[in-house]
T-cell receptor, first 116, second 112 residues
Framework: KAGVTQTPRYLIKTRGQQVTLSCSPISGHRSVSWYQQTPGQGLQFLFEYFSETQRNKGNFPGRFSGRQFSNSRSEMNVSTLELGDSALYLC???????????????FGQGTRLTVV | GQQVMQIPQYQHVQEGEDFTTYCNSS?????IQWYKQRPGGHPVFLIQLVKSGEVKKQKRLTFQFGEAKKNSSLHITATQTTDVGTYFCASVPTDSWGKFQFGAGTQVVVTP
């Protein structure tokens, strides 16, 4: 069974631009969550989706948005990029219909975003 | 802020020694999960604990969930260089379903 796939793996963008990151969960997984990881802040939760609905949202500005498609694939978008948005963005999928966090999360390799 | 506090933030260990990392919460937790992230890698699930006082072992790793379900520990015996990485705990508080959060992590460096 294929793991969680995130594309692209690396991205360089200029301040003010926008970016879209993609995540394909493990087949059959319906819960997808996104995290921002930086050396100073650790793993910060962005949002979690289940069956195309955003169930939970972290404390990030409205420039960060996401969505989930009917095939459970998910995208996150960051508009008006700032230097501080440079980070590793991780996506994770979870099995079952349980409450997010009640089963293990399978992480993708992440997308390394650099804003210059 | 972080739902659970992890200590220590950094751990330097001599190969062959034991060490323990802790997660502490002020609220009761429904469960606790542990993940390991190797340098340059992504977090990988290690274990989940659900029951009060639960203890689980994976080879040299021993995981424990406190009796009050407010703390957890990961103990590694006879540390090896392959244990290098950052260990995260993650949990859901019993009064806030849907607030799954990761701790800040313990970064482990092993000296041969």
């Amino acid at each position: 069974k294929a793991g969680v796939t995130q594309t692209p793996r690396y991205l360089i963008k200029t301040r003010g631009q926008q970016v879209t990151l993609s995540c394909s969960p493990i087949s059959g997984h319906r819960s997808v969550s996104w995290y921002q990881q930086t050396p100073g802040q650790g793993l910060q939760f962005l949002f979690e989706y289940f069956s195309e609905t955003q169930r939970n949202k972290g404390n990030f500005p409205g420039r960060f948005s996401g969505r989930q498609f009917s095939n459970s694939r998910s995208e996150m978008n960051v508009s008006t990029l700032e230097l501080g948005d440079s980070a590793l963005y991780l996506c994770a999928s979870s099995p079952g219909q349980g409450i997010w966090g009640s089963t293990e999360a399978f992480f993708g390799q992440g997308t390394r975003l650099t804003v210059v | 802020g972080q739902q659970v506090m992890q200590i220590p933030q950094y751990q330097h260990v001599q190969e062959g020694e034991d060490f323990t990392t802790y997660c502490n919460s002020s609220t009761t937790l429904s469960n606790i999960q542990w993940y390991k992230q190797r340098p340059g890698g992504h977090p990988v699930f290690l274990i989940q604990l659900v029951k009060s006082g639960e203890v689980k072992k994976q080879k040299r790793l021993t995981f424990q969930f406190g009796e009050a379900k407010k703390n957890s520990s990961l103990h590694i015996t006879a540390t090896q260089t392959t244990d290098v990485g950052t260990y995260f705990c993650a949990s859901v508080p019993t009064d806030s379903w849907g607030k799954f959060q990761f701790g800040a992590g313990t970064q482990v460096v092993v000296t041969p």
